[in-house]
């Protein structure tokens, strides 16, 4: 296949094509990994595909077990909560660090930023990439490579669920979505993280609950048990 030239290896080839597939749907949740097949339909040998998902294992995207193989990783109420715990935490202590660091040319840049995704307000799709764009740029001007680096890799799983579950959801909650970053924009020019943290805990929280609540509706989880651990409030 042509396209493999574009990878340093067959395995980074077999990664970035199944990590692709996992990310826009097209290998939904549940669905079996079987090396052979995949290493056939991939025009590769099956060693580069066992290490490709031994690494999408490591990304959780993909789940292996002993005597029975690779599927694509569930997604259930614990794995919402779990994304949502960890863009919370990360996306606070980026916004904390960034309130102290950004400059007024910086916040000028996410200003425009946030003009733009207002223009987007009618393309989810282009709306949700400079959603991602945007966090990423609180998170460089915070210099926190490393936390960048895991929210890219929690990102992932937000996208996953957002074009499985939430496609619809997550397109009427764009109103309120920017509102809250504008909120953001304001609290970042108080120069005050505690205000800064309560901004994004509130966006990430109203976020949650309404589309659990969207998942609940139409029967894709179970409703909401009175006895679920709610997220921390420290």
Known sequence: ?????????????????????????????????IIDELSTQLKVSPIP???????LQSDGLVTIEPFIGARVTEIDKGLIYEIFALLEVLEIISGQAACQQMT????????????????????PEKWSQGNIQLHQFICERAGM?????????????????????????????????QRDHWQLLEALRTRNPAH??????????????????????TGQLDPLAKDEPALSSA
Not at 49 to 55: D, G, P, S
Not at 145 to 163: K, M, N, T
Not at 203 to 216: C, M, P, V
């Open 49 to 55: 595909v066992r290490e490709a998902l031994q690494q």
């Open 104 to 123: 007024e040319i910086d916040l000028a840049e996410m200003e425009l930023l946030l003009r733009r995704m207002d223009s987007y307000a009618d393309n």
């Open 145 to 177: 490579s490393l936390v960048q680096e895991f929210f890219i890799r929690i990102g992932d799983h937000w996208d996953r669920l957002r074009r499985y579950y939430l496609e619809d959801v997550s397109a009427r909650r764009i109103p309120a979505a």
């Open 1 to 33: 296949m042509s396209e493999k030239k574009n990878f340093r290896s067959k395995k980074e080839f077999v990664y970035q094509t199944l990590r692709q597939q996992i990310l826009n749907g097209e290998l939904k949740p549940g669905i079996r990994l």
């Open 196 to 217: 800064v943290a309560e901004v994004i805990r509130s966006h990430n929280r109203n976020a949650l609950a309404d589309y659990l609540a969207h998942l609940a509706d």
